[in-house]
């Protein structure tokens, strides 16, 4: 009997452990090493809506889709309109699809309820995971990216993944961080920013990045 504890015992710590090793140390942007990759990376791209889609398609155009590919986009049930921004970005590009998950938190929804959507969304969200299992996960704005990536983080935890989450924070985000921003402060490895107050206002963390994107 006792021997079940200890495996158990055993099991939470290197969890914990693993848990501790990716927020505190592999996040730290000077201690990566740089890598010379010779194929693209598959990236799943979040779309959060109105101006965050439209500020995430800017980001997209700067973007070499070589380097990129397959691209799976990823949108909320209730959002249509990001879905012809996506088509008018690719435009004649075959590799990429488009996806969606029920969105944690509609406009004016109470906090309360949301607890039950966002878990509904989290739950969802496993599958489209476990199915792709992209290199980067790319997303901004709202509370769509948050299950995606709270299941991205779980997964590089237990080891079925290796995928690199980066949030970029609304450039309308000009002296705190959004919810989202502060939820995903501990999850994300890169993070980043658009204003330098909002930077200092972080004490210049490492995992915090001043962005030219805009």
Known sequence: ??????IYICICLII???IYFLIFHTYKM???????RNNPAKIMIILGSGG???EMIRILKYLNFKNYSPRIYVHADTDLMSIEKVKYLEEDNKDYKIIKIRRSREIHQSY?????????????SIPHLWRECPELLLCNGPGTC???CIIAFLFNVLYITQTTI??????????TL??????????????IIQWPYLNKSNNQNDKILLSKLF
């Open 1 to 6: 009997m006792y021997t079940i504890y200890y």
């Open 16 to 18: 914990i452990g693993r």
């Open 30 to 36: 000077k201690e990566r090493k740089k890598t010379i």
């Open 52 to 54: 965050h889609t439209a």
């Open 112 to 124: 309360y309820t949301s607890i039950y959507t966002t878990i509904y969304a989290i739950f969802e």
């Open 146 to 148: 948050v299950p995606l």
């Open 166 to 175: 980066i949030f970029v924070e609304s450039i309308c985000r000009v002296k």
């Open 178 to 191: 959004s919810l989202t921003g502060k939820i995903l402060y501990y999850i994300a490895d890169y993070q």
